[in-house]
């Protein structure tokens, strides 16, 4: 009988990838399949995520209810991020946790499992030239990792912390790893790292020092490879040349995201985020003068200790002139392991909410502005989703949701969509034969 695996992964896509990882060697190695019934699994894994408290508070509420609902004699496993920074706690405060492993010791996986309380969180571990086993949890889209960790030093933020240093993984090992599932039918590579813009800073041992820009080029050349996306850029290292071959490769997918976390510069300074607004500014105005349909989205942080009434009005400036498509808004949540920790100018957490609020409603202003936009536009689209109501669902070139009534024979083809119906966040449509 082959061992029952379920896991569940929380947090951004590197954690996507990082299960698809470990699910790929817990089979190849220990034989264990996957499944979706927690209370017929061997063995429950939880990816966790540790960028804001909540999903922190979540790990534990969760690993109540799988000890209580486990079969006799399985184990639990808690992984990612917040075992990087709580480690053996997890086991004090949950001591029928099995084993602890950090978001840099994913490699590993096989071998924890046999080690009772283990916990590994190494977070100078280099697991960069790792060449993992394959398991893909899509048959349409493959995120591939391009680099484990990140060099900077954001203050508000705890990933340094948790998945340590950036090396980039070799250009070679990426490329095999995307023209391997072109073989299998998948057109779309969604490129990962911390800070891709980054990539070909340093390596593990001698190794093609090429940039991302010459990595972008490389993989679009991959037979079988139509659409390449990539999360998540750093503004500061937008140069010329990455948005001009962004703007010119007809494989790149025209969508960017670009982290802002604020519009003052003076926070951005106590962010150490290493851009002003003004840089900020003149690379979404570069990109749109060279590709006037890219779509644009942002992560923003409203309530950054210190952040005055006119500092917000800069965010909101920033929100007024760029009309993003997309916006990933928090109010500040301080982290453990980080200078902004220790920042003493808190903001009042009310006068945080309210400046959300102000931010989220523009943001959806702009949503209902741009969704009239679409009507009657012709888009490609590639299908990766069948949706139980009957319709498959994919992504337009510059990332809009779009539906359609569809079946199986759509999915993993890219198809030409007349926008009939609109809505803020998915857009209905048919495909024109
Ligand atoms: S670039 Fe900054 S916000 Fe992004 S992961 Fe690195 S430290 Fe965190």
């Known amino acids: 009988m082959s061992k029952k695996l379920f896991i569940e992964t929380l947090g951004c896509a590197m954690n996507v990838r990082d299960s698809e990882h470990m699910i790929a060697e817990l089979n190849v190695h220990e034989g264990y399949e996957l499944t979706t019934d927690a209370r017929e699994a061997d063995l429950i894994m939880i990816n966790t995520c540790s960028v804001r408290e909540k999903p922190v508070h979540k790990l534990f509420s969760e690993l109540g209810v799988f000890n209580r609902l486990k079969k006799e004699g399985a184990k639990i496993g808690v992984c990612g991020c917040t075992a990087s920074h709580l480690g053996k706690e997890i086991i004090k405060k949950a001591p029928f946790v099995n084993f602890v492993l950090g978001a840099r010791n994913v490699s590993k996986i096989a071998d924890v499992v046999h080690k009772d309380k283990a916990v590994e ?21 493959a995120y591939i990792n391009i680099s484990i960790g990140c060099d900077k030093q954001c203050t508000f933020c705890i990933v340094p912390k948790t998945r340590g240093e950036e090396i980039s993984i070799p250009a070679d090992l990426i490329i095999a790893e995307a023209a391997k599932a072109a073989l299998k039918g998948v057109k779309e590579i969604f490129l990962l790292g911390q800070n891709v813009n980054n990539y070909g800073r340093r390596f593990s041992g001698e190794h093609d020092k090429i940039n991302f820009t010459e990595l972008l080029r490389r993989i679009s050349a991959v037979e079988g490879v139509e659409r390449i996306r990539f999360t998540s850029p750093h503004p500061l290292h937008m140069d010329d040349e990455f948005i001009e071959e962004f703007a010119k490769n007809p494989k790149i997918c025209k969508s960017m995201h670009m982290p ?11 962010m150490k985020r290493g851009y002003t607004k003004e ?15 890219v779509s644009i989205s942002t992560d923003i ?4 200790p210190g952040e005055s009434d006119e500092d917000f009005e800069h965010t909101m400036d920033v929100m007024r002139r760029v009309r993003f498509e997309q916006v990933f808004s928090f109010k500040y949540s301080p982290r453990p392991l980080t200078e902004a920790e220790h920042f003493t100018n808190a903001i009042d957490s009310e006068i945080g909410s309210d400046r959300l609020n102000i931010l989220q409603a523009y943001a959806d202003s702009v949503l209902d502005d741009l969704k009239l936009t679409h009507l009657g536009k012709v888009m490609e689209v590639y299908f990766e989703e069948l949706r139980s109501d009957g319709y498959v669902a994919g992504r337009s070139d510059n990332n809009i949701m779009v539906k359609v009534k569809g079946s199986e024979e759509h999915l993993g083809k890219i198809a030409k969509v007349k926008i009939t119906e609109v809505s803020r966040m998915v857009q209905y449509g048919e495909i024109l034969a």
């Open 121 to 141: 969180i190494d977070i100078d571990y280099d697991e960069s030239q790792f060449a993992f086993k394959d398991f893909r949890s899509s048959g349409h889209k």
């Open 301 to 304: 942080i409203v309530a950054f």
């Open 260 to 270: 802002l976390q604020s519009g003052s510069s003076e926070i951005l300074k106590a």
């Open 279 to 293: 840089w900020f500014l003149n690379r979404v105005e570069k990109l749109r003068a060279m590709v006037p349909d």
